[in-house]
């Protein structure tokens, strides 16, 4: 605790940060006020507890962004809004590779897998998205977004452990108004906005909405004379709302978007030594293959050249849409509200598993289609002395998938040893054939209720019940290079394989499994707040809540007997324990705000990834760590002292670890082979260091979780002035922008190769706006600081490491348009 408290000295007096809550409220923007002066004494609303209220009276951490400060920074995805939101982090190789974690917690790192649950909830009016994939798709004629700090579930249909980000859509209104945007910059970036609302008659009212996003890619790959790594974005969204009464409104809504960029690729970063023979680490290797004829060179070892070679066909298209009905009924009694929704998503890869130019493997794709139902009842009462939401929720989903993996020419001598690893025959074209599926089915009652025991003091207890059920189906068919399917099960006492079946065993093995758990599921917490003074509120927060059952889809680790180890088929629920407090003050006549909040979770049987090997490969599969801790200090400082000038800046320490992980994955200086520490390896007595059980799994307890900077800022301020330019008057305005993170490790068992350095973005706008239009230059990355958004371990363990990195230097333009 001590640590605490001197973190959030040095938070404070280093930064003193904020919430995003440097803009006006987004129903400000509906409802046609000006593209976004500062305006002093501005209020946020938020619906976080699914009721309108100011951002300050809401007891718990929240940051909001709202739809100005989307588009001026150029945050315009749950990707990029990471850098508004310090212990937001988001990390992507792909869209179906993504993980989105709050203060560290959410999903394992480095590992995508259709069994498990997220830890942080992405709703859009008020409807679940279970795919995480929605998080790299551009937000569609969004009003704003809240990012919602902690476990989420006695107020949200789907139960959350480390929080949720709700975004919000401009809704039709019953006077006509209209928007546009159109964005060019360099990297051929291209970006086109439009929204048109108003009214059919004088109960009915619609909204139309779709934007366009396009860009060249930022690595080049020699070997193709292409760029990847594009982006490419089309989205439309649609809604209707109609009002018989005052009382009554039914709104139908519905969207599609869609992505088809050429990508996603990695480029070198490094080489590390790993505990394979030294024939056998990647150098050497290149080496072997070059002898051998191949004639391969990395095109360079710099990874801010932005050069790839990789010989695989990449694609990533990727298919996200819905519908909703939700109808909203006020009473003299209360609030009703029923929200039904489908959703689904169709993902069609191709990747480059090896990370090279070599032909390795030569094929990795796992197309996926998605279909989600979802129904809520939940209903509001408001009293003088008791406030309180109760809801039912339920939840259906089915995800198929149909997996196709390949080795290629030169896998025999990256792979095998002896004279196998000279005979490209035994390993080319062996070929895994995945098909699995998963169905998925959740019920809840969730309640929370407000008794204002005073006028200064308020308890909120809140319950939740929850049932969760799942089912799939994994089956791997495993041919050689002639396609004939292989069989690599062992007979009881038979002989133990040998030769090129052992080979090609040791790489793929078939299998079939039906895992099937369900699971009850109680949890509770308890808010207390007390109002000191006017613009003071304090809070304390107690949470019992859980991260429902999972199961292994993407295969089992196997026995000795090669065939399926079953006991491994489920993963056990998480057991969480959060406690929170804060406190939220505004002065200076509410023109500045001043938040911080302390937090710490203990987490028992942390849902992680885990090794288990068989014949010298290395796979994953989900498992239980025994406790994991997060811990750390928010604040968030904001200053409006006038129309002509806003500030703000928010910053985070954040302490996220694994208490206690005895089994986990090795990190690759400690992988590939029997260890034998020398001199200069670590000490693996010592507690906190990496220790050696076997060459496929090291005890980890005590190291950082992957993905977490310890200190973590964003910033931003703006100044303006009035202007008359071409007879229209307005305002000639200056901003900056940008978010700093210190080191962090992009490994799930921390890695001396995985380490990234820690960097800060600036970016800065200019530009003239009235009360009708908008027209400013920016800069973003305005340093052209180079930084990297994520590495990655090469398979194999011959200690290749690769890697995504930040976007360079970009330039461009952006008018909009309101009428």
Not at 250 to 259: A, E, M, R, V, W
Not at 613 to 619: A, E, H, K, N, S
Not at 669 to 687: C, H, I, V
Request: hydrophobic share 35%.
């Amino acid at each position: 605790m001590k640590k605490l408290l001197l973190a959030s000295a040095a938070l404070a007096a280093l930064s003193s940060p904020l919430h995003a809550q440097a803009v006006p409220p987004a129903a400000d923007i509906a409802d046609g006020a000006e593209l976004e002066s500062p305006r002093a004494n501005s209020e946020i609303i938020v619906t976080a507890r699914r009721r309108q209220e100011t951002a300050q009276e809401v007891p718990l951490a929240i940051s909001v962004v709202g739809a100005n400060q989307i588009e001026s920074t150029g945050n315009f995805n749950i990707l990029k809004l990471q850098q508004l939101a310090p212990t937001l982090q988001v990390y992507s190789s792909n869209p179906r590779n993504t993980s989105v974690n709050i203060r560290g917690l959410g999903v394992p790192f480095g590992l995508t897998s259709d069994g498990f649950e997220q830890g942080v909830g992405i709703y859009v009016d008020d409807v679940y998205n279970s795919r995480v994939a929605a998080a790299v798709f551009d937000f569609l004629d969004v009003g704003q977004v809240e990012v919602l700090r902690g476990p989420q579930g006695t107020l949200y249909g789907k139960n959350t452990t480390a929080g949720a980000i709700n975004i919000t859509t401009n809704q039709p209104t019953f006077d006509f108004e209209g928007r546009a945007e159109v964005t060019a910059g360099n990297l051929k970036f291209k970006q086109a906005k439009a929204a048109v609302s108003g009214p059919l008659s004088d109960k009915v009212a619609v909204r139309v909405a779709g934007g366009v996003t396009s860009r060249r890619g930022t690595l080049y790959n020699p070997r193709t004379n292409q760029y990847i790594n594009e982006q490419d974005n089309l989205g439309v969204r649609g809604t209707l709302l109609f009002k018989p009464t005052d009382d009554l409104k039914i709104t139908l809504s519905g969207d599609y978007s869609k992505q088809d960029p050429l990508g996603f690729g990695t480029t070198f970063v490094r080489v590390g030594r790993t505990q394979r023979a030294i024939g056998r680490q990647y150098d050497a290797l290149v080496a072997a293959a070059n002898a051998a004829g191949r004639n391969y060179q990395v095109p360079s070892r710099n990874p801010y050249d932005r050069l790839t070679d990789l010989d695989s066909s990449l694609n990533a298209g990727n298919k996200i849409g819905g519908a909703s009905l939700k109808a909203v009924w006020d009473t003299d009694a209360g609030t009703f509200t029923s929200i039904t929704a489908w959703r689904f998503w169709d993902w069609k890869p191709e990747n480059d598993r090896d990370f090279t130019g070599l032909s390795i493997v030569s094929k990795s794709q796992n197309p996926s289609q998605q279909d989600q139902y979802s129904q809520e009842f939940r209903y509001n009462y408001d009293g003088e002395k008791v406030d309180f939401v109760a809801g039912l929720f339920g939840f259906k989903q089915r995800i198929d998938t149909q997996g196709t993996e390949s080795q290629g020419i030169d896998a025999s001598r990256w792979s095998l040893t002896g004279a196998q690893a000279n005979d490209p025959s035994i390993l080319n074209g062996l070929t895994a054939t995945n098909t699995q599926y998963l169905k998925s089915t959740s019920a809840a009652a969730f309640a929370q209720a407000a008794w204002k025991v005073t006028d200064q003091l308020t308890i909120q207890p809140g319950i939740r019940l929850n049932y969760d059920k799942k089912s799939g189906f994994y089956e791997r068919v495993v041919t050689n290079g002639a396609g004939a399917v292989i069989n690599c099960t062992v007979p009881p006492g038979g002989p133990a394989l040998s030769g090129n079946l052992a080979a090609q065993c040791g790489v793929y093995q078939p299998q079939s499994t039906s895992p099937s758990v369900s699971k009850w599921n109680f949890s509770y917490d308890l808010n207390v707040n007390y109002k000191f003074a006017p613009g003071i509120l304090g809070y304390a927060t107690y949470a019992k809540t859980f991260k429902t059952v999972g199961i292994n889809q993407n295969g089992l680790p196997l026995t000795s007997a090669n065939v399926p180890d079953l006991t491994a088929s489920t993963v056990k629920p998480e057991s969480l324990h959060h406690f929170e407090v804060g406190m939220k003050t505004q002065f200076w006549d509410r023109k500045a705000t001043f938040n911080v909040s302390a937090f710490r979770t203990n987490i028992r049987n942390f849902q992680a990834t885990v090794n288990g090997g068989q014949f010298g490969t290395v796979r994953g599969y989900l498992a239980n760590a025994d406790k994991v801790r997060s811990q750390g200090i928010e604040t968030d400082f904001r200053i409006n002292p006038s129309e002509r000038f806003l500030a703000y800046v928010s910053g985070a320490y954040t302490d996220a670890k694994y208490k206690k992980f005895t089994n986990a994955p090795c990190p690759p200086e400690l992988s590939g082979g029997t260890l034998q520490p020398a001199n200069a390896a670590p000490d693996y007595s010592q507690p906190g260091v990496p220790g050696a059980l076997s060459p496929r799994q090291c005890d980890i307890s005590g190291q950082r979780l992957p993905g977490v900077s310890r200190w973590s800022a964003s910033f931003g301020a703006e100044a303006n002035v009035p202007v008359e330019l071409l007879a229209n008057e307005g305002q000639a305005y200056l901003g900056v922008d940008g978010n700093y993170r210190s080191h962090w490790n992009s490994n799930a068992s921390p890695s001396i190769y995985t380490e990234v350095k820690g960097y800060v973005v600036t970016n800065v706008r200019a530009g003239f706006r009235t009360d009708r239009f908008d027209i400013f230059g920016w800069v973003r990355n305005a340093f052209d600081k180079k930084y990297i958004d994520l590495l990655q371990v090469a398979p194999g363990n011959v200690g290749l490491i690769a890697g995504t990195l930040g976007d360079q230097r970009t330039w461009g333009a952006t008018v909009k348009a309101k009428f």
